[in-house]
């Protein structure tokens, strides 16, 4: 609370995204195959290699695969599939889904997609037949591997993190960094630093503009 | 000790149309409730202003009184440690209702907008203008910084549908001040039904901010 500036927080994990949220922008730009069910007229012109030619307009045939943005995605989609139809990536697939109960701390999450958690809770808009296996397979991933989480972010004072950030997807490292400014602030306090008035981490470059201004 | 040692008026009435009359312990007392109650609840609650005003007299009465009494070092400075005290409590109460004021700016908005003409508005009269002013700064900035660039099907923004709700289904922890009986609690996952509990006195909880949200307004519970 004693921060000068409150970022939009991603509603990823919720119902919807937040528009104003940059990580939801973020996540959503990741893409995502999908196959489409009815031609689409001059598209052709963006997927080279899918386009049926000149001659029927630059279309893109029915039934082409691609690889489209979650928000694209997202807007095209209609409950009676008129349009596109979704596949799942593989790491939400049964294999994979496999692996993740089998050990979840050994996988690394940020290779898989670094917004694993955000991708699959808005994936399940999709209405896939598997969304119930899905959901599940993302809240035992978290569960199993929260446990380090916050051990490692609670313990490592002062030291270099990117050895136990490493395997984290995005929204796990949100909760690592809130972890240690938790416990920063904790020593700051307990050193007695935190009556100490800084300067705003707003207006800390202020004083270095201002230098260069007066150097031309 | 603020009643006895600094002559202190021991009775503190109420600005509001009740004439409910308070010891200031009792009004330290009210105000750290409130202050718990804003810093743990996810959206904005009712406006204190009684208290704040009370608090804020209390403050410069013992203010007053400190100037004049000179004897014991001692004393004066416990005095106004007590003061500083009062005064961060008061200030950070002030501070966290400002942050969810800006963090849900619009939706607060439209709330005082459709309110009934006996609830209980959530926002002083100062809040109300402050939040009116950060709209409208809001909505000039973007419209300057963005929206007057885009072709003119896209120039506005739904702030209403662009800002995040505050999230009401959100976990807290609280106590129970007064028993209830028969509260209905909705499910969480799919399987489960709606079922009743009973919330005994001096009990503690966890559990959606949704299903007791009425019972921290009325001040039955005490969120922790």
Redesign the interface.
Known sequence: ?SEAY?R??S?AL?PEE????LDDILMSHEKLPVRTEIPMPRLGAFFLDRSGGSETDNAIPQGSKLELPLWLAKGLFDNKRRILSVELPKIYQEGWRTVFSADANVVDLHKMGPHFYGFGSQLLHFDSPENADISQSLLQTFIGRFRRIMDSSQNAYNEDTSALVARLDEMERGLFQTGQKGLNDFQCWEKGQASQITASNLVQNYKKRKFTDMED | MMTEELDVSGQDSDGGSEEVVLTPAELIDRLEQAWMNEKFAPELLETKSEIVECVIEQLDHMEENLRRAKKGDLKVSIHQMEMERIRYVLSSYLRCRLMKIEKFFPHILEKEKTRGEGEPSSLSPEEFAFAKEYMTNTETYLKNVALKHMPPNLQKVDLLKAVPKPDLDSYVFLRVKERQENLLVEPETDEQRDYVIDLEEGSQHLIRYKTIAPLVASGAVQLI
Do not use: A, I, R, T
């Open positions: 609370m409150f939009v927080e509603g919720g937040n528009f104003l949220s």
